[in-house]
């Protein structure tokens, strides 16, 4: 029985429907096969939608862990560098397009 099949059969019986034949013998015999094969439905359904929820967040919060680890590379990167071009002496070409861009 799959779970929409349960799900029909439990709207039917709330609706004032016929009762079906699975819910009063999992009342009555708990441990009956019915009752195990629709817990057991129930069970998996849990267990697929919880770890697809848990995947998505980890994929979440991976992505922002990835964004966050870039900035601060492209950061210490850029920063790092600062002291060797601050004492590199400029060249001719350098020099020139310094000059070219100060505004006057």
Do not use: C, F
Not at 24 to 39: D, E, M, T
Not at 60 to 73: D, N, S
Request: aromatic content about 2%.
């Amino acid at each position: 029985m799959s779970n929409a099949d349960a799900a029909d059969q439990y709207n039917n019986d709330q609706e004032g429907g016929e009762p079906s034949s699975w819910r009063p013998l999992s009342r009555h015999n708990p441990n009956g096969v019915g009752a195990v094969a629709a817990a057991t439905n129930v069970a998996n359904a849990a267990r697929e939608r919880t770890a697809e929820h848990l995947l998505a967040a980890q994929l979440e919060q991976m992505h922002g862990q990835v964004a966050a680890r870039a900035e601060t590379m492209a950061a210490a990167l850029w920063t790092g560098q600062l002291p060797e071009l601050a004492v590199r002496p400029l060249d001719d070409d350098a020099i020139g397009a310094v000059i070219a861009r100060v505004p006057s």
